[in-house]
Nanobody, 115 residues
Framework: VQLVESGGGLVQPGGSLRLSCAASGFTFNMYVMNWYRQAPGKARELVADISSNGGSTNYADSVKGRFTISRDNAKNTVYLQMNSLKPADTAVYYC?????????WGRGTQVTVSS
């Protein structure tokens, strides 16, 4: 299983970013996909998840209405569209999936929201 995130960077408050996670090594369209984040000095937290066919999504209260998770099963890719970014969204963002009793993680992509 390989998960490779991209799309992070430095953005001003109120700005937008779209993260991507390219998956390989497993049957992508059979698994729920998650985005987590970890801010400095804080525990890793679940940001959003999406069902295997993309028909169901869930979000942390802190990002509802601002973030949108989506997936393209033809491209084995999951996305996180982040709008109205706040300094509190600054974190390393990780793509993840749970397969055969094990959770898999990408290396993460840094998102920094600052003026």
């Amino acid at each position: 299983v390989q998960l490779v995130e991209s799309g992070g960077g430095l953005v001003q408050p109120g700005g937008s970013l779209r993260l991507s996670c390219a998956a390989s090594g497993f049957t992508f369209n059979m698994y729920v996909m998650n985005w987590y984040r970890q801010a400095p000095g804080k525990a890793r937290e679940l940001v959003a998840d999406i069902s295997s066919n993309g028909g169901s999504t869930n979000y942390a209260d802190s990002v509802k209405g601002r973030f949108t998770i989506s997936r393209d099963n033809a491209k084995n890719t999951v996305y996180l569209q982040m709008n109205s970014l706040k300094p509190a969204d600054t974190a390393v963002y990780y793509c993840s999936t749970f397969r055969w009793g094990q959770r898999y993680w990408g290396r993460g992509t840094q998102v920094t929201v600052s003026s």
